[in-house]
Structure formats: C-alpha cells, structure tokens
C-alpha cells in the first residue's frame, strides 16, 4: 500500500468513498491545526469534514452530521510514534 491518501473518505460503508482497508490502517484528521477524532467524512479539495452532531437521527436512523468548512490535513496513524 502507498502512503497517499485519497481526496475524500468516508466511515459510511454505504458510501462510494468508503475504503475498509484504509481505514483499518488508521487516519488521523487535523483540522485548522487541530486534532479531531469525530470525523464521519472529509474532502481535502473542498475544504470540508463532516462530524456527527450530537444525538440527532434522521428519518432513515442514521445519525445527522454536520459540515464544517476549514483546512483539512490526514494522516496516517500507524505512521506516527
């Protein structure tokens, strides 16, 4: 495997930027110089991630996420340390 990753991705496996074996690897998402780890979905091209807000559904049962717009950075976890 490389160590570039992709332009967008997603935790939702119903999601066609979903990518299991990436994310089994572990992604870490520094957003405006800060750390998350709440991050449902980003794109590094748009300038955007996607968090879940709070306990909120919506009529499917899924949970609803907010977008927040910023600098977004992945990264490898296994890399670090």
Same mark, same amino acid.
């Given at each position: ?8 991705? +997603? ?10 074996? &990436?994310?089994? %690897? $572990? ?17 590094? +091209? ?10 909120? &559904?919506?009529? %499917? $049962? ?20």
């Amino acid at each position: 495997m490389t160590d570039t990753l992709p332009d967008r991705l +997603s935790n939702d496996p119903r999601s066609p930027y979903h990518d299991a074996d &990436l994310l089994d %690897r $572990g992604i870490g998402i520094r957003f405006n110089g800060v750390e998350r780890n709440n991050v449902e979905e980003y794109c590094i +091209s748009e300038g955007w991630i996607r968090v879940i807000a709070g306990k909120a &559904l919506d009529r %499917r $049962g899924q949970p609803m996420t907010l977008k927040l717009k910023g600098t977004v950075e992945p990264f490898l976890r296994s890399g670090e340390g």
